[in-house]
């Protein structure tokens, strides 16, 4: 059976209990900060200075 691909490929990582990373959406290219501090966290999209989504285009999945 072949592998599925993955739709959701975190790209960097920082922090154990309390961290950061930058998830990337492989359809859409859309990138977003995920954040969390113990049992709770949040996610939203990065946007560059004209407040449109950071699109990170030929994600190389793992």
Do not use: C, H
């Not at 790209?11 to 990337?24: D, L, Q, R, Y």
């Not at 492989?26 to 989504?53: C, H, K, R, W």
Request: aromatic share 8%; net charge positive; hydrophobic share 40%.
């Amino acid at each position: 059976m072949a592998k599925k691909a993955k739709r959701f490929v975190w790209v960097e990582e920082e922090g154990v209990f309390k961290g950061t990373a930058i998830i990337v959406d492989t359809m859409t290219g859309v990138n977003y900060l995920f954040a969390q501090a113990g049992n709770s966290g949040g996610i939203t999209p990065l946007l560059d200075e004209n407040g449109n989504p950071i699109v990170t285009k030929n994600i190389v999945q793992k």
